[in-house]
């Protein structure tokens, strides 16, 4: 028979042995520094001032009183140091860096993820919690290929659920990019994370919207009509419109309303007369009562013509369009006849 255990080797106290308190106090030593070892940095020296029931690992080429030793544990007990040599399998908390460690083949190695490496919760220097059961905290996340490409999948269980990737600002949605209750990929922004706006939503067939992008065709309600020379006409119909145009004031010395530009950027502008009958004549489609953005010219005709310009300008919000007639002719106003069309492009 041994004269201690096979695992920890704990001495065993002998028959018609004296003393035998010695015997089992040192193996109560063992299992006080053994049982939930803790150990508080590996070192290759001794602390000067060591503290009662500290535990160091000590690293190779060490030195003084630990010369020798490299390998085993140091465990501070009643004033004195006592060695214990660690065994395959032993598990330790190592205070410095605050991970849990396992010897396996003659190292100490971070323990791996329980069969088969699945957690229900992981916070990476951050609280993970039921929803978010992945919480990263840190200047940056890498993913990377291994020989090849990467891919990320963000997969939902039925068309009308979302898989998207939210972007906040102060924990505040600011825009997202994905499947958001529908199978359609859309690109969102929101100002106040309540409100919000699809700026971009495509199709499974490839077809692509913009229902957010600023697009008008205005024109006056179906009418026929002879502005005066130096005369103004405005709009008070919006056949098609979107991204925020709307009607302002009426327009100076003239008819009709002003048309308000949504969103600063640069326009196409289309500008289309129709007339009945005409003596020479102009038409301008300026911006705040000043800049030609457009403009056509008409000789005189007995019958009706049709006439369009395009013009290409960068307009600010609040700016605002009307067309400054010239000459003498009998307009049809309304859908299809002289009307404006403007594109943020």
Same mark, same amino acid.
């Given at each position: 028979?041994?004269?201690?255990?096979?695992?920890?080797?704990?001495?065993?106290?002998?028959?018609?042995?004296?003393?035998?308190? $010695?015997?089992?106090?040192?193996?109560?030593?063992?299992?006080?520094?053994?049982?939930?070892?803790?150990?508080?940095?590996?070192?290759?020296?001794?602390?000067?001032?060591?503290?009662?029931?500290?535990?160091?690992?000590?690293?190779?080429?060490?030195?003084?009183?630990?010369?020798?030793?490299?390998?085993?544990?140091?465990?501070?007990?009643?004033?004195?140091?006592?060695?214990?040599?660690?065994?395959?399998?032993?598990?330790?908390?190592?205070?410095?860096?605050?991970?849990?460690?396992?010897?396996?083949?003659?190292?100490?190695?971070?323990?791996?993820?329980?069969?088969?490496?699945?957690?229900?919760?992981?916070?990476?220097?951050?609280?993970?919690?039921?929803?978010?059961?992945?919480?990263?905290?840190?200047?940056?996340?890498?993913?990377?290929?291994?020989?090849?490409?990467?891919?990320?999948?963000?997969?939902?269980?039925?068309?009308? @659920?979302?898989?998207?990737?939210?972007?906040?600002?102060?924990?505040?949605?600011?825009?997202?990019?994905?499947?958001?209750?529908?199978?359609?990929?859309?690109?969102?922004?929101?100002?106040?994370?309540?409100?919000?706006?699809?700026?971009?939503?495509?199709?499974?067939?490839?077809?692509?919207?913009?229902?957010?992008?600023?697009?008008?065709?205005?024109?006056?309600?179906?009418?026929?009509?002879?502005?005066?020379?130096?005369?103004?006409?405005?709009? @008070?119909?919006?056949?098609?419109?979107?991204?925020?145009?709307?009607?302002?004031?009426? $327009?100076?010395?003239?008819?009709?309303?002003?048309?308000?530009?949504?969103?600063?950027?640069?326009?196409?502008?289309?500008?289309?007369?129709?007339?009945?009958?005409?003596?020479?004549?102009?038409?301008?489609?300026?911006?705040?009562?000043?800049?030609?953005?457009?403009?056509?010219?008409?000789?005189?005709?007995?019958?009706?013509?049709?006439?369009?310009?395009?013009?290409?300008?960068?307009?600010?919000?609040?700016?605002?369009?009307?067309?400054?007639?010239?000459?003498?002719?009998?307009?049809?106003?309304?859908?299809?006849?002289?009307?404006?069309?403007?594109?943020?492009?």
């Amino acid at each position: 028979m041994s004269d201690e255990t096979i695992n920890l080797a704990l001495p065993y106290i002998l028959p018609s042995q004296s003393q035998k308190h $010695v015997t089992h106090n040192e193996a109560l030593q063992r299992l006080d520094a053994i049982v939930q070892l803790t150990v508080k940095e590996e070192a290759a020296v001794p602390p000067e001032t060591p503290s009662e029931g500290d535990c160091y690992l000590i690293a190779p080429s060490a030195g003084g009183l630990w010369t020798g030793k490299e390998g085993r544990l140091a465990f501070r007990q009643d004033g004195a140091w006592l060695y214990l040599s660690p065994r395959e399998g032993w598990r330790a908390l190592f205070l410095d860096t605050g991970r849990f460690r396992v010897l396996q083949a003659g190292l100490w190695s971070d323990l791996s993820l329980p069969v088969p490496g699945s957690l229900p919760l992981l916070g990476l220097n951050a609280t993970a919690d039921a929803t978010n059961r992945l919480a990263v905290a840190a200047h940056a996340s890498l993913f990377s290929h291994e020989g090849q490409g990467h891919q990320v999948k963000v997969n939902k269980a039925a068309a009308g @659920d979302t898989a998207s990737l939210l972007f906040q600002s102060g924990w505040s949605g600011r825009a997202e990019m994905g499947l958001a209750g529908n199978d359609e990929f859309a690109i969102k922004v929101s100002g106040d994370g309540a409100a919000w706006q699809t700026a971009l939503a495509i199709a499974a067939g490839g077809i692509v919207k913009t229902p957010g992008r600023p697009i008008v065709r205005a024109s006056l309600a179906a009418a026929t009509s002879t502005p005066a020379n130096n005369s103004r006409t405005g709009f @008070d119909t919006l056949h098609v419109q979107q991204g925020g145009f709307a009607l302002g004031a009426a $327009v100076p010395s003239g008819s009709g309303n002003r048309l308000i530009i949504p969103a600063t950027g640069l326009y196409l502008l289309i500008l289309t007369t129709s007339t009945v009958t005409s003596s020479a004549y102009g038409a301008r489609l300026d911006a705040n009562g000043a800049n030609t953005l457009a403009a056509v010219a008409g000789v005189a005709s007995t019958a009706a013509t049709r006439e369009t310009a395009f013009g290409l300008a960068e307009l600010a919000s609040g700016d605002w369009l009307s067309i400054i007639h010239s000459g003498t002719a009998q307009y049809e106003f309304g859908a299809g006849k002289t009307e404006v069309s403007a594109i943020l492009i």
